[in-house]
C-alpha cells in the first residue's frame, strides 16, 4: 500500500492547477489520479470545440447577412466534413498543449483509474490497489445531467460529450436546456443548416435573472430558430431512426415531429457522487456536493478540499483554475489554510448577441437601482449591423458603487471584461465616467447606461 502526502482525484484544470500548488507548498508526495480520457473537458468536449464550432456557424451567417449592406452573395456552401474537421483538427491541438504539461508528470505521479474513498484517509482504485494519503483534493469536474423524458430516443441522444464527433451537420435537431450548452451549440447547429427547436422548462434562458433582458433575449433567439423556454413535452420516443417527440407547439397545438437526434443540455452535475464520501467525514449539502468555504476550498475543518466543477458552484474554467490552485496550496500547507483570492464574477455565452454577467446578479440587490441602454440606437452597433440587445447597470440605492451588470448584445464578451475590471477595483459611477472612451465604438454604449445610472442614482 502506497502512501502519500496529497491525492488529487481529476487530472483536469483544477486538478492539473491543484497538483503544481501542493507540491510549490510543501508536499512532496503527490499523486494524480485520473480514470477518464485526459485532456481536460475544456480543450475536449468543451470551451474550445464549442467556439470552433460556432466560429464556422457565424462566418456561415455572415455571409448571408451581408446583403443588409448591399453586398449580393450566393447562398453559401455549409462543406460539412471540412466543418468538422477543422473544429477536430484545431480541437486536437488544443488538447496536444494539455497533454505536452499532462506527459511531463514524472513516471508514478498519474495513476489512469477511478478512485472511491474507503475512509477518510484511504481510496480504493478501480483496478483494485489501495492507497492512502494525508490529504486529498476533489478535482473530478462534473457530467451532463440525466433527462429521464428522452430515454424513449435511446442512441439518438447526444451531450456535448460527444457532438463534437458528428460525421455530418444533421437536418433536425430537438436542443434540451436553454442554458450556456444549449444556446451556444443550437444557434451553431442553425446557422450550420439544421432546423432548431430548443426546449426549456422553468422560463429562464443564458442563465438571465434580469426579467426585461430575459424577455427580449428568449424573443431575439425565437425569431431565429423555434424557442420554448416552458415547454410542455408529452413523449419521446425513437422510430426508423429518428427520435419522435410529442409537445405542445406554442402556434399549433399539440404536434408530433421527427428529429435526427436530440442534444442533451439541460445542466451538469458534479462526479462526486461517484466518490463514496459517506465514507468520509465530508458533509454534503441537499444537492448531494461537499460543503466548502469558497475562500480556502476546504471542506468543513477536513483534510479534504475541492476544486472547479466538482463543487458545483460557478462551473466556468478561469474558475476552476483558480480554485485549483487555492485547493493544492491549501491541501499543501494544511493545517495551515489561508484564504486565496476570488475575482468578480465573470460569465460569458458565446451567442450571438452575446450574453454577459458581471458581479451581482439582479436577485441578489435590496434595493436596486439599474442604468439602461439599448443596443439598437447605439451607433457603432447600427454600423456593425449588429444592433440588437439591452445592457442594464446594477448599483445599490445610496452607494454609489457599480456592482454588477447584465449584458446581451454585441462585444458582450469585450464589455464585460471592462465592466468587471471596474466592479472589481470597487469604482464609483462617477469615477468610470472619468475614464477615455473612444468614438464611434460600443463601449459608448456602457457610458450611456452609466450616464443614466448616474441620473438614477442622484434621483433615487
Ligand atoms: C460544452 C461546454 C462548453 C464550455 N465552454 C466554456 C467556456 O467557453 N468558458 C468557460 O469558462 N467554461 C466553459 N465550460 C466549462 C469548463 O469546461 C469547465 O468549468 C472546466 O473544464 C472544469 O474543469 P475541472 O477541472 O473542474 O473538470 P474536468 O476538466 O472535467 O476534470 C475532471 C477530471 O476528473 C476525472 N474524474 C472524474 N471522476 C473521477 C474519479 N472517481 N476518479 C478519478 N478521476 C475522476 C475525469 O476523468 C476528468 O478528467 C464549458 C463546458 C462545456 C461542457
Ligand atoms: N461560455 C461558457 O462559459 C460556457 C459554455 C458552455 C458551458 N459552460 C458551463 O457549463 C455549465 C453547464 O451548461 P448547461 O447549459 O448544461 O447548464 P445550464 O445550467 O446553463 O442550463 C441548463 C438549462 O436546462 C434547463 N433544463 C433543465 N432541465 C430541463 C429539461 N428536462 N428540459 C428542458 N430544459 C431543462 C434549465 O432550466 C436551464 O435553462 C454552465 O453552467 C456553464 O457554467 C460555460
Redesign the pocket.
Known amino acids: 500500500m502506497s502512501h502519500y502526502d496529497v491525492i488529487i482525484i481529476g487530472a483536469g484544470t483544477a486538478g492539473l492547477n491543484a497538483r503544481r500548488a501542493a507540491k510549490a507548498n510543501g508536499a512532496e508526495k503527490v499523486v494524480m489520479i485520473d480514470g477518464g480520457p485526459l485532456g481536460t473537458t475544456c480543450a475536449r468536449v468543451?470551451?474550445m470545440p464549442?467556439k470552433l464550432l460556432i466560429s464556422a456557424a457565424n462566418a456561415n451567417y455572415g455571409v448571408t447577412k451581408a446583403r443588409m449592406f448591399g453586398i449580393e452573395t450566393q447562398e453559401p456552401v455549409v462543406n460539412d466534413k471540412a466543418v468538422l474537421e477543422r473544429v477536430r483538427f484545431e480541437r486536437d491541438r488544443f488538447v496536444g498543449f494539455v497533454m505536452e504539461g499532462i506527459d511531463n508528470v514524472p513516471e508514478g505521479e498519474l495513476i489512469r483509474e477511478y478512485a472511491e474513498f474507503i475512509d477518510d484517509h484511504t481510496v480504493k482504485l478501480s483496478g483494485g490497489r489501495i492507497l492512502t494519503a494525508d490529504k486529498f483534493v476533489l478535482a473530478v469536474g462534473?457530467r451532463?445531467?440525466h433527462?429521464p423524458?428522452l430515454d424513449g430516443a435511446e442512441d439518438l441522444i447526444l451531450s456535448?460529450d460527444h457532438i463534437f464527433e458528428i460525421e455530418s451537420i444533421p437536418k433536425s435537431v430537438a436542443v434540451?436546456?436553454?442554458?450556456?450548452?444549449?444556446?451556444?451549440l443550437g444557434q451553431a447547429l442553425s446557422r450550420l443548416g439544421a432546423d432548431v427547436r430548443l426546449?426549456?422548462?422553468?422560463g429562464?434562458?443564458?442563465?438571465i435573472q434580469d426579467p426585461e433582458i430575459r424577455e427580449y433575449a428568449t424573443k431575439t433567439f425565437a425569431e431565429e430558430f423555434y424557442t420554448d423556454?416552458k415547454?410542455t413535452?408529452h413523449s419521446v420516443r425513437k422510430e426508423n431512426g429518428k427520435a419522435i417527440i410529442s409537445y405542445e407547439h406554442k402556434e399549433q397545438g399539440k404536434i408530433e415531429e421527427s428529429f435526427d437526434f436530440i442534444l442533451t443540455?439541460?445542466?451538469?452535475v458534479s462526479n462526486t457522487d461517484r466518490l463514496k464520501l459517506e465514507n468520509t467525514s465530508v458533509q454534503v449539502n441537499g444537492r448531494g456536493t461537499p460543503i466548502y468555504n469558497e475562500r480556502t476550498m476546504q471542506c468543513g475543518d477536513t483534510h479534504f478540499f475541492i476544486a472547479g466543477?466538482a463543487n458545483d458552484d460557478?462551473?466556468?474554467?478561469h474558475e476552476a483554475s483558480d480554485e485549483g490552485k487555492i485547493a493544492g496550496k491549501n491541501a499543501g500547507t494544511y493545517p495551515t489554510v489561508d484564504p486565496g483570492h476570488r475575482r468578480t464574477h465573470l460569465?460569458?455565452?458565446?451567442s450571438e448577441p452575446e450574453i454577459a454577467s458581471i458581479g451581482q446578479g439582479y436577485n441578489s440587490f435590496k434595493d436596486l437601482v439599474i442604468g439602461r441602454v439599448s443596443f439598437e440606437g447605439q451607433g457603432r452597433s447600427r454600423v456593425m449591423g449588429k444592433n440588437k440587445g439591452l445592457m442594464h447597470l446594477y448599483a445599490e440605492k445610496g452607494d454609489r458603487r457599480l456592482r454588477g451588470a447584465q449584458i446581451f448584445g454585441p462585444s458582450a464578451e469585450h464589455l464585460g471584461h471592462l465592466i468587471s475590471w471596474v466592479v472589481q477595483q470597487e469604482l464609483t459611477v462617477d469615477q468610470i465616467l472619468e475614464l477615455p472612451f473612444y468614438h464611434p465604438v460600443v463601449e459608448e454604449g456602457l457610458r450611456t447606461a452609466l450616464q443614466d445610472l448616474q441620473k438614477n442614482l442622484n434621483e433615487a
Request: aromatic share 8%; net charge positive; proline share 7%.
Open positions: 468543451g470551451c464549442s462534473s451532463p445531467r433527462v423524458i456535448s434540451f436546456g436553454p442554458g450556456v450548452i444549449g444556446l451556444e426546449f426549456g422548462r422553468s429562464s434562458i443564458g442563465g423556454t415547454a413535452i443540455a439541460s445542466g451538469r466543477d460557478i462551473p466556468l474554467l460569465g460569458i455565452v458565446f
